[in-house]
């Protein structure tokens, strides 16, 4: 019997590329929510202990405009970066194609008019979120690899099985194998 083969194949957008980046930003999002309301909720607590609070309604603009411009620049430098990373990146290698087979000891990936062959042991971790992979090659360099690109969507679960049989414990797979 031939080892089974995963064709996975598709063209990153800026919708694509920025909906991951956001999703990885959203605890550093939160964290300067959080940070904020603490920052807030403590000039509150001072002004109202100076027993001012004639000045505490004056500075209150400041204290919903100053969080929510600081959270809102970040989402919007987020949306210009991945716009920017796009335009800049030719045609051709917005098209990423994948193979992996069964009992390899790698996958092969061709973009634009290049072509790779990555050994598993070679990764770093794999991450499954709901609509895509994350495949870390070290700290800083992940490659996206959507779930929407498979030929079959009956090829995830087997995905599933041959990163979790190549990485073990540096999978991080999600446990519903619905997709």
């Not at 087979?101 to 290049?114: H, L, R, V």
């Not at 700290?139 to 073990?168: T, Y």
């Amino acid at each position: 019997m031939a080892p089974m083969m995963i064709h996975v194949d598709f063209t990153i957008t800026q919708r694509d590329l920025f909906r991951v980046n956001l999703e990885l930003a959203k605890v550093r999002l939160a964290l300067g929510c959080a940070f904020a309301v603490l920052t807030m909720g403590g000039l509150i607590w001072f002004f109202w202990l100076i027993d001012d609070l004639r000045f505490l309604f004056q500075l209150s603009p400041l204290f919903i405009g100053a969080p929510l411009m600081a959270i809102v620049g970040q989402v919007l430098r987020l949306h210009v970066y991945c716009r920017q990373f796009i335009k800049n990146l030719p045609e051709s290698q917005r098209r990423a194609q994948y193979l992996f087979q069964e009992n390899a000891d790698g996958y092969d990936i061709t973009w634009g008019g290049s072509f790779s062959h990555i050994l598993w042991h070679d990764l770093m971790t794999v991450i499954e979120k709901r609509n895509y992979f994350l495949i870390y090659l070290n700290k800083f360099e992940a490659r996206i690899l959507l779930k929407s690109g498979f030929h079959q969507q009956s090829d995830i679960p087997l995905f599933r099985q041959i990163v979790d049989s190549r990485l073990g414990t540096k999978a991080r797979l999600l446990a519903n194998s619905g997709s």
